[in-house]
DNA sequence: CTCGTTTGAGAAAACCTTTTCCCAAGCTTC
DNA sequence: GAAGCTTGGGAAAAGGTTTTCTCAAACGAG
């Protein structure tokens, strides 16, 4: 004896507004305002629909309402970070921005690829998204679509903007300094930096950064270290850093973290401790492998998420009819201490003295 | 002097068909008819009304289009997978599969929070979305939402179904045989496996398959390691394997790659040769992990963008109306070969003699 | 010359909701 | 008792497209 209250049965054709008011008794257009708020009715007519609206399963349909609002409460994110290690924190930001205001959010992996990139604008226009936001996983490379002529507002975030848009990147510069800065503090002398390749904006940004702190603390710079993004190259590194005559560093700021465990590995089979022997700070944060180094590797995060919460917000008002300043936003990086960089040399160990065993 | 051929300003108003028809003289139905190479009029007519819209940069609406057809041509992907290891590459699937139909994806993470989740699926609904798809970050366990009666079809994939829904998962006994078999065919004689937590359900399955191929194959069986999924829990196992007394593994089979980068590290540390002394395989073929360890690691890969690419088919025909078969489909796993797990013995060292070196 | 058929194109309904305008009934006020 | 106001609610347009009917003109056959 099944109870027939419910309606819902599987595939159920959505029950609409006009039968909601027949059920009541009563217009499309009462029914609208009571449901709504809108209006004036008596509280009895106003709650007797919404009865009847709660017992029929009434959910307006969002086609016809952002048809009728020309707002379709959906924005397009387009990216071409495959591995989504900084596109996925940056979509979380945005959805979590977004989802309170009952917007949600199209994910198109764009690869590197124009073809697709032109498929996927198609799609998001013809669903008349309300905006798009283009992310990547570089700062310094545009996403091989044109976002300029859309009619609607287009956002960049940690990706190279077009001229005349509004971006949010991360501030690599800043977060270089944080980590530098750190090592300053902890009482590190001989700070190196080993980083990826020149063919990256941020490499020369962050070693800037890192010339400019110890210039400014009047310690030795060590000329930066370019590469590669990857463990072995974290590894070769160490073999120059360390394998010359020259005096050896106490702390390596890296460029990112996977170059962070190649040192820390290298630093290990050398038998050099880490952090007693050598500092190792990393960039990224990315927990899977930051908590995997032993010891597990502090590292400067870039608040992705925080940046696509940014994105997103400055978006919604942009679609809203705010006018937004164009140009590049940087946000500020933060530092994650873990282990790998070391507790402060309080009195124990002032002098600069790297290298006790080995 | 700017060309006025398009109209296309910042933020323009959107060109509809009524003015496309205006324009090219003719009515709203038969400028709707020209673009659609529906109905009967003189090619003349087509053609100009063609070019009228083209001229015009007219885009007809989708919200408009969907409300008439019943039909949002988008669906909605569920996930709880934070990191994105297992869920983009069936996103990337789903998206592959669809967007040549023109459908596109909306991305939820509903973490594993049932407000979240709810949240997502009302607006999902609200959205009048096609279809909905789940996945998550294990196979065992279900999203924190409930897919039952939401009157529009759901299919599960890579995370724990309905009962009574359409599932598609990895198959991780087939995936495991396939590791196994492959380092019998390579001579290898004592094979051992070291995985995660008995409160996984993969771990069981895969623990048998294992014990299965080695007891037809008339060889040795150790008993599965169980424990976390981490690097560390690697290097543990490898001195549970190697401490004791009894005859020391020539291979292991290792739960997922972070196990096995922990296995091999560990090897490493002791002075065995990956390949030479001990083979190693992994699960899950996660590149990051399986490009960096040394030497590259050879992987089961769950082909989980192939697994996205048929439940995002699936889902399509059962939006189009065509049954499917409720039940679990398992598809097939297909093993990575790197170098962690050796070359055939050919003759050269034929008889099973671990440990060569240490 | 007339009847029937084809051709080209338009009118209107449908999809579902929101909002503006309008109207009738009841009430107050003098 | 009449004029004006308030109250409760409905009709209709709007949003943009597709599709089914309908219709007039042109054409062919007898």
């Not at 599987?10 to 029914?31: M, Q």
């Not at 309170?100 to 697709?116: A, K, Y």
């Not at 089979?269 to 899977?288: A, K, M, Q, T, Y």
Request: aromatic share 6%; with cysteine.
């Amino acid at each position: 004896m099944p109870s027939d209250a419910q309606p819902t049965s599987v595939f159920a054709k959505p029950v609409t507004l006009r039968e909601v008011a027949a059920d009541a008794g009563v217009s499309v257009a009462t029914a609208s305002k009571a449901l709504n708020g809108q209006g004036r009715m008596t509280a009895e007519t106003r709650e007797r629909i919404r009865e009847t609206a709660q017992r029929l399963g009434f959910r307006p349909n969002g086609l016809a309402q952002s048809l009728l609002r020309r707002r379709s409460f959906t924005v397009g994110l387009l990216t071409n970070d495959t591995y989504g290690r900084f596109s996925l924190p940056v979509m979380s930001g945005i959805s979590d921005a977004l989802v309170d205001n009952g917007v949600s959010v199209f994910l198109c992996n764009v690869e590197d690829d124009p073809r697709l990139g032109q498929l996927h604008v198609d799609a998001m226009l013809d669903k008349r998204v309300d905006g798009i936001i283009a992310t990547g996983k570089r700062i310094d490379r545009h996403l091989p679509v044109d976002l300029s002529n859309l009619g609607i507002p287009a956002i960049y975030a940690f990706t190279q903007p077009d001229p005349g848009a509004v971006a949010f990147v991360s501030d690599d510069a800043g977060g270089a300094r944080l980590a530098v800065e750190h090592f300053c503090r902890l009482g590190r002398r001989r700070i190196a930096h080993v980083t990826g390749p020149s063919s990256f904006a941020v490499v020369h940004e962050r070693a800037r950064a890192y010339r400019d702190v110890l210039t400014e603390a009047g310690m030795p710079v060590i000329e930066p270290l370019l590469g590669s993004w990857s463990e072995a190259w974290g590894r070769d590194a160490v073999g120059k850093l360390f394998d010359g005559e020259s005096e050896k560093p106490d702390a390596v700021f890296c460029g990112n973290d996977q170059i962070a465990r190649g040192v820390m590995d290298a630093l290990r089979e050398r038998g050099l401790s880490v952090p007693d022997d050598v500092g190792v700070i990393g960039f990224d944060n990315w927990e899977i492998v930051a908590e995997a180094t032993r010891p597990p590797l502090t590292s400067v995060d870039m608040n992705l998420a925080a940046l696509g919460r940014e994105a997103g917000l400055t978006l919604l008002s942009l679609v809203g009819g705010k006018p937004a300043e164009p140009g590049i936003r940087k946000l500020p990086c933060r530092l994650v201490v873990r282990q790998s960089c070391g507790r402060p040399l309080d009195g124990l160990k002032q002098s600069a003295a790297p290298m006790a065993s080995a």
